[in-house]
Structure formats: structure tokens, C-alpha cells
T-cell receptor, first 115, second 113 residues
Framework: DTEVTQTPKHLVMGMTNKKSLKCEQH?????MYWYKQKAKKPPELMFV???????INESVPSRFSPECPNSSLLNLHLHALQPEDSALYLC??????????????FGSGTQLSVL | AQTVTQSQPEMSVQEAETVTLSCTYD???????LFWYKQPPSRQMILVIR??????QNATENRFSVNFQKAAKSFSLKISDSQLGDAAMYFC??????????FGTGTRLQVTL
């Protein structure tokens, strides 16, 4: 199994809603990532978890709250988002850490629209 | 830290022909890695090829190969025998041993019949 599975594929939410994005992998990878990608732009790193501990937070606003309940699962909790947060949210995993020698495996993303 | 530049926003190639996508980079690190990722309409980012900077030999993966010119800080991707399924956005990326991946702005590749 070389898949990273993200749910839901599409999400529409209001600015007062609370929602969560889910990411799952069963490759035994110990590092998991959240990226944000605006249309026609490259992905931007948001968070990295390594061995279930938050290793990198790229100064992301607190309305985005990551959670790594176990080594296979990564969540992104959303609360009080703004319309400019509308984007494709990509999850990725890698075998061990987050250094450059790691190959990233990506999911197909959640397309988020904030109204 | 790294910077990655892709100067070709769009490229087009005929099926079965060869196309080369350009990428230049800059880095302050002595040990680093270079990547090409592909993002088709399915939106999933897929690793196409990886090059370790300490290796002089250019990486190849089936129809995909790179031309790595370390002194010129150039890392181009050659796609041979192009297929319709190669149509996608291609991102060049770089990372140091202990630093995050930095992506270029991407090149959209169209494959025509």
C-alpha cells in the first residue's frame, strides 16, 4: 500500500464552522506533512510531524490546528476560517524525517472553499 | 535555504516527441537534493525523479532523465517519447539535508496528438 488517503475530497464551510480534514497512510512512515496550495501556485508547507511530535509550524494562524493521534493518522482542525483560506490542502508522508533526502508521498488533497 | 526558478510557465510537446523543462536553483548548503514532482489534474503530487547533489551521474527513471549541471546550478528534466498521460504541472524542488523542500513556480506541460 503506497497510498496517502485524504478525506473529504471537497469541503465547503462557513466562516463560523468547525471542520476537520483527515489524512491516513499505512506505509509505516513516521513523518507526516500538511501543505496548502493556492490555484496555479506551488504547495506551501504548513506543518510537519515527526514520530507523532510537531516538528515544524510555519507560522500558521491558530485557526488551523494540526493533530497526529498516531503514526498513521494526521488531522487538520479548522475553525473560524477566512475566505482567503480557500485552497487545496495536501497531506504527505515520508519514511523517517523531513530532511531533503526524504521522498514525499502525497495524497490527492482536500479542496476547501470558505464562504 | 534554497530558491528554485522555473522560467517556463507553459510548454507543449507532441506525442512521442521529447521535451526539456528547465530549472535553476540556488542554495547555501553543500549537501542537498533536487527533485521533479508532477501534479496531474487528479491534483496528487507524484515524485518523478530525484538527484543527490553529491552524485555526478544524472538520474534516470524510464522515460524521464535529468541534466544536472552543478556548477551552473541547473537541473533540467527531459521527457522522452512523451505520452498523453505526461500532461501535468511539473514542479522542480530542492532541499538541504535538514531543511524543508522548496518548490519552483511550476511548468504546465501540454501533450498534443
Amino acid at each position: 500500500d503506497t497510498e496517502v488517503t485524504q478525506t473529504p475530497k471537497h469541503l465547503v464551510m462557513g466562516m463560523t464552522n468547525k471542520k476537520s480534514l483527515k489524512c491516513e497512510q499505512h506505509m509505516g512512515h513516521r513523518a507526516m506533512y500538511w501543505y496548502k496550495q493556492k490555484a496555479k501556485k506551488p504547495p506551501e508547507l504548513m506543518f510537519v510531524y515527526s514520530y507523532e511530535k510537531l516538528s515544524i509550524n510555519e507560522s500558521v494562524p491558530s485557526r488551523f490546528s494540526p493533530e497526529c493521534p498516531n503514526s498513521s493518522l494526521l488531522n487538520l482542525h479548522l475553525h473560524a476560517l477566512q475566505p482567503e483560506d480557500s485552497a487545496l490542502y495536501l497531506c504527505a508522508s515520508s519514511q523517517v524525517g523531513w530532511g531533503g533526502n526524504e521522498k514525499l508521498f502525497f495524497g490527492s488533497g482536500t479542496q476547501l472553499s470558505v464562504l | 535555504a534554497q530558491t528554485v526558478t522555473q522560467s517556463q510557465p507553459e510548454m507543449s510537446v507532441q506525442e512521442a516527441e521529447t521535451v526539456t523543462l528547465s530549472c535553476t536553483y540556488d542554495t547555501s548548503e553543500s549537501d542537498y537534493y533536487l527533485f521533479w514532482y508532477k501534479q496531474p489534474p487528479s491534483r496528487q503530487m507524484i515524485l518523478v525523479i530525484r538527484q543527490e547533489a553529491y552524485k555526478q551521474q544524472n538520474a534516470t527513471e524510464n522515460r524521464f532523465s535529468v541534466n544536472f549541471q552543478k556548477a551552473a546550478k541547473s537541473f533540467s528534466l527531459k521527457i522522452s517519447d512523451s505520452q498523453l498521460g505526461d500532461a501535468a504541472m511539473y514542479f522542480c524542488a530542492a532541499a538541504g539535508t535538514a531543511s524543508k523542500l522548496t518548490f519552483g513556480t511550476g511548468t504546465r506541460l501540454q501533450v498534443t496528438l
